[in-house]
């Protein structure tokens, strides 16, 4: 069953706590990403990974961290430091960052209490 | 940079009618669109896409658009069902190199089908 699978699917953080939401893909694919959506707004993205071992930041990376050691793996560390946490955050990947279709993972809430 | 719109935030239809959603998109060196399907809750799940090469595309039920001299995408679905229901919002990628072939997104019609 190929596909990308996040966990945990709800998640509840105190404030002061850091993160780690988890996204693993077997699809082989080079090209990994980070997004975070709230109502009303398009989705934003946070890191991208084009390559294991490589990743940049995205349009809103203050407040997180990656990293990208497996092909398959590309773990979001949400900080303390991220002011407004509290949101919905989809892993996507692509075959590589230049190929067209993007697909996304099942998606975790994330609830800063 | 990108910048992508919709016109309409909500859309209701009947169960039968014909629906269509647009994404207006502001880069005229954009060169692959995607439309994505979510339901409440869930990841968006790929519909239907279209390089900038082509003005139409046809898939199941679905039909994409693309007029490049004004700038507009849409998505059609016939004969409309309740399981269509979801949020649609497109993606627009640019083709400078500068921008890493990343994706930009709209945000998204909720489309309401009524039985």
């Known amino acids: 069953d190929g596909g990308i699978t996040q966990s945990p699917k709800y998640l509840f953080r105190k404030e002061g706590q850091n993160v780690t939401l988890s996204c693993e893909q077997n699809?082989?694919?080079?090209?990994m990403y980070w997004y975070r959506q709230d109502p009303g707004q398009g989705l934003r993205l946070i890191y991208y990974?084009?390559?294991?071992?490589?990743?940049q930041k995205g349009d809103i990376a203050e407040g997180y961290s990656v990293s990208r050691e497996k092909k398959e793996s590309f773990p979001l560390t949400v900080t303390s430091a991220q002011k407004n946490p509290t949101a919905f955050y989809l892993c996507?990947?692509?075959?590589?960052?230049?190929?067209?279709?993007?697909?996304f993972g099942p998606g975790t809430r994330l609830t800063v209490l | 940079g990108e910048s992508v719109g919709l016109h309409l935030p909500t859309l209701s239809v009947q169960e039968g009618d014909n629906s269509i959603i647009n994404c207006a998109y502001s880069?005229?060196?954009?060169?692959?669109f995607i439309w994505y399907k979510q339901e409440s809750g869930k990841g968006p799940q790929f519909i239907i896409d279209?390089?900038?090469?082509?003005d139409k595309r046809q898939g199941q039920r679905v039909t994409v658009l693309l007029n490049k001299t004004v700038k507009h995408l849409s998505l059609q679905i016939a004969a409309t069902q309740p399981g269509d229901s979801a949020v649609y919002f497109c993606?627009?990628?640019?083709?400078?190199?500068?921008?890493?072939?990343?994706?930009?997104f709209g945000k998204g019609t909720l489309l309401t089908v009524n039985p």
């Open positions: 996507a990947s692509r075959a590589t960052f230049k190929a067209d279709t993007q697909y």
């Open positions: 699809l082989n694919h080079d090209a």
């Open positions: 990974s084009q390559i294991v071992n490589d990743f």
């Open positions: 880069n005229s060196a954009s060169d692959y």
């Open positions: 279209i390089r900038s090469n082509m």
């Open positions: 993606a627009v990628q640019g083709l400078s190199g500068g921008s890493n072939y990343k994706l930009t």
